[in-house]
Every structure is written in structure tokens, then in C-alpha cells.
């Protein structure tokens, strides 16, 4: 048996090679950039209007006052996609609406709220004209071309999307999110969409859709999702047909020391090599984790008990996961005082859940682990804020401040 550090050690040193892929625009939401992106374009790149209103000549207006109105002919329109093709001469103005190409000569526009249109249509009336230069957007304004838009690394949220369409970019460069498959193993277990048969005790199989969520939420991408009975060639089979399609393979169930344990020699067989077997931890202990040689496909066995699964997922393979997917990985960590003491004499590190209590005024929360831990027992999770991490042997006094790592 390995210790939690020993066992984050080793997967660290045999993470698979990372690997980027062009994806569709449209397809990238939430997927990380894997190298910088610069505009090709200027925006904006064309000079237009910021305001529906008339196109005008500074010379011509700029003695404008509420005493002394400025009279100009109106001599056509620009519209956004339909430009004024003309060029403006002296005492003109063109209508003009936001976006709209701001035609040859302008170099000034006045809001419609401050003109007065004559009642046939021909003469616009302008009293004072503040700025020259105002409410016209010049190339460049936002960014020249050559500017980086988006740096590696950065999560394509809705507003960057947009931002990379707008220069016309149809494919991003991003990390290629992990292929991941899974394999639940257990004569017992039935889809979660169907009802056990108790007698025969059947349960259902919950950990299947817990996977598939948290993978999601990992950014890794599900190829595959299948139950196994207990049968070491069906097993086999299983895995590997998971190694032709998947970076990442978990298997659930079966990593322990039972006769129907058959995850190690199934995975041996078609060359997986063990990296460790077994953590001095709680939950968990039975963890098991193998490379393929020469493609360095990692597999995961993890333990069947949902509990177990959850801790070594987020432990040990949400991490690998991200790092894949070009994320970084850390905890959302809080501190706290322990509410009681706790001693570990049980050989294994501990991942205790725990609930915080804040009381008013309190600067610091108090933590409160769960009374029922076992391995089996979802709700020591959902209704959990976090873990706290208890060392082998240690001793920790009511009272003393520890990290909480929040779910
Ligand atoms: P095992 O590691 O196969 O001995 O499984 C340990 C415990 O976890 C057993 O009680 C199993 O019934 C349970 N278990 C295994 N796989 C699943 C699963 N996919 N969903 C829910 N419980 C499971
Ligand atoms: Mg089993």
C-alpha cells in the first residue's frame, strides 16, 4: 500500500501527452484556447456611426449656436450595409444610423434628438455641436490588428465566442478534451432507469450517471458507458474495447480482493501495467491504477462503493482531467475550527466530510463532520460542504483551525 501523496506522485509522472485539436467555432463553448489569438482585422474596420442621426461636415457646423441655427441640405442616406456612396460637399447632410458606413468627407455626427428636420424633408436645423469628431467610431478604436484577442489558456465563454466571430475566425485551436470511457462491473447492478429486483439483491447502478456528470464537469468528453457483469472474459472484452476509443478508461467495482475482483488481471492481460494498488486512505482504499504501454493510456479501477468512487475521482483523476482539457486545477478551500477533536488510529489517511456552521459574528466557521461516513453512504456527500484531509496518526484538538476543501 502507497500513500495519498505517493499515489498524486506517480499518476503525476505518467499523465498522458496533452494534445490540442482545431474544433468548429460553434462547438467550443467552454473548451480551453491552446494558443494565442490575435485580430488579423482592426476593429472597427470600417469608420461608422455610434448614433442614428446626420453625417456632417465640422467646418460647417461648428459655429452653431441656439442664436445662430446652421441650415444643411439633406442629400441622401447611409445605412447600415446600404452606404452613402457619394462624398459630402459644403452645407450637406446625410442621414445616417448606427453601424453605417460614415461617408467620404464627414467627419462628424449629430443624434437625430438634436436636429430639426424641416417639414418636407430636405433641411436639417442644428442648433449647438459640441465636439468635432463625436459619435463617429475610427478604425482601430477597440483594437488594431496584431492585437492578442484571447491569450492560451483562457475558457471560451459565450462573449469571447462571439468576439472570434466577429473577426471571421471559423476554428479554434484548443486542448483536446479527453476521451474517457467507462465500465461498471457487478452482477448486482442494474441501469438506474429500471427497478432492482431486491430479492435477488439487485441495486441500482448509480455510479454510472455520477461519472458521466462529473467527467462533464472535468472536461472530458464520455465515449463510452457500460455495465459488466461479473465475468472476467466479458471484463476483458470491455476494457478492451474502451482502449480503442478512449485516452482515459475508469473501471467501477471489482478493484478489491474478492473472488469476482477482476479488474487487474482483465486490464494485465491486454497490457495495462499496474502503476499502484491500494491507498492507505478512507474511502478508497482499493484504488487501482494501470498505463497501457506504448500508447500511456492511464486506467483507473476504481472502487464500487459511490462514496469511494467520488473521493478518488476528485482526488486523483478530476486533476488529471483538467490538466488534459488545458485547465488548472485547485481547490476551493475555506478555513475552519474543528468542533470536536479527532484522532486517527486507523493506519489510513482520512477524507472526513464535514458540514461549517457560521454563527453570527463568528470570523471563523466552525466544522462539523458527519456523523455517518461510511463508504456506501451518498449523503455523507450531498449534504456535505466539503472534506477536511485527517493524516495517518494524527491528533487534531478541538478547536484547531484545518482547511476545508469545499465540494
Ligand atoms: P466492489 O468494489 O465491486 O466490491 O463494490 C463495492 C460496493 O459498491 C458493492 O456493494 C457494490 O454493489 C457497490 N457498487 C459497485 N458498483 C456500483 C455502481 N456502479 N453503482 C452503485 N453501487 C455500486
Ligand atoms: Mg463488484
Redesign the pocket.
Same mark, same amino acid.
Given at each position: 500500500m502507497i500513500s495519498v501523496a505517493e499515489a498524486k506522485q506517480i499518476i503525476q509522472q505518467n499523465l498522458p501527452l496533452r494534445r490540442t485539436i482545431n474544433r468548429p467555432l460553434a462547438d467550443t463553448f467552454g473548451k480551453i484556447v491552446a494558443a494565442d489569438i490575435l485580430a488579423h482585422t482592426p476593429s472597427p474596420h470600417f469608420v461608422n456611426s455610434s448614433m442614428d442621426g446626420f453625417a456632417v461636415r465640422w467646418t460647417d457646423v461648428d459655429d452653431a449656436s441656439a442664436e445662430n441655427l446652421v441650415s444643411l441640405t439633406i442629400i441622401g442616406e447611409s445605412q447600415a450595409g446600404a452606404p452613402f456612396l457619394g462624398s459630402l460637399t459644403k452645407s450637406s447632410a446625410v442621414r445616417i444610423n448606427t453601424g453605417a458606413i460614415v461617408p467620404d468627407g464627414c467627419d462628424t455626427v449629430i443624434p437625430i434628438e438634436d436636429c430639426e428636420v424641416s417639414t418636407d424633408g430636405m433641411v436639417v436645423n442644428l442648433r449647438a455641436v459640441p465636439q468635432k469628431g463625436q459619435h463617429v467610431r475610427l478604425v482601430a478604436d477597440e483594437y488594431d490588428a496584431g492585437a492578442v484577442l484571447i491569450r492560451a489558456g483562457t475558457v471560451l465563454s459565450p462573449a469571447r465566442i462571439a468576439l472570434l466571430a466577429q473577426i471571421g475566425i471559423v476554428e479554434v485551436r484548443i486542448f483536446k478534451p479527453p476521451t474517457v470511457a467507462v465500465i461498471?462491473?457487478?452482477t448486482?447492478?442494474v441501469a438506474y432507469n429500471k427497478t432492482p429486483n431486491e430479492l435477488a439483491g439487485q441495486?441500482?447502478?448509480? $455510479?454510472?450517471v455520477m461519472l458521466q456528470a462529473a467527467i462533464q464537469e472535468s472536461g472530458g468528453e464520455l465515449v463510452m458507458s457500460k455495465r459488466i457483469e461479473d465475468d472476467p472474459e466479458k471484463i476483458r472484452k470491455g476494457i478492451e474495447q474502451a482502449a480503442a476509443i478512449a485516452d482515459i478508461i475508469f473501471t467501477?467495482?471489482?478493484?478489491?480482493v474478492?473472488p469476482h475482483?477482476l479488474i487487474k488481471s482483465a486490464s494485465q492481460t491486454i497490457g495495462f501495467d499496474q502503476l499502484f494498488w491500494r491507498i492507505r486512505q478512507k474511502p478508497g482504499k482499493?484504488f487501482y491504477c494501470a498505463k497501457k504501454h506504448e500508447s500511456g493510456q492511464l486506467l483507473f479501477g476504481l472502487?464500487? $462503493?459511490?462514496v469511494s468512487v467520488l473521493m478518488c475521482y476528485l482526488q486523483y483523476v478530476h486533476p488529471v482531467l483538467q490538466y488534459l482539457s488545458g485547465r488548472t486545477f485547485e481547490w476551493n478551500v475555506v478555513y475552519g475550527r474543528l468542533s470536536h477533536e479527532l484522532v486517527n488510529t486507523q493506519k489510513r489517511a482520512e477524507f472526513l466530510r464535514v458540514k461549517l456552521q457560521t454563527a453570527e459574528g463568528d470570523a471563523l466557521s466552525t466544522i462539523v463532520p458527519l456523523a455517518k461516513q461510511e463508504s456506501?453512504m451518498l449523503t455523507s456527500v450531498t449534504e456535505a460542504d466539503g472534506f477536511i484531509f485527517v493524516e495517518v496518526d494524527a491528533e487534531i484538538h478541538e478547536g484547531t483551525v484545518v482547511p476545508v476543501f469545499l465540494f
Open positions: 461498471s462491473t457487478g448486482e447492478l441495486i441500482r447502478d448509480s $455510479n454510472s467501477i467495482g471489482g478493484a478489491s474478492g475482483d482499493p472502487p464500487g $462503493n459511490p456506501y
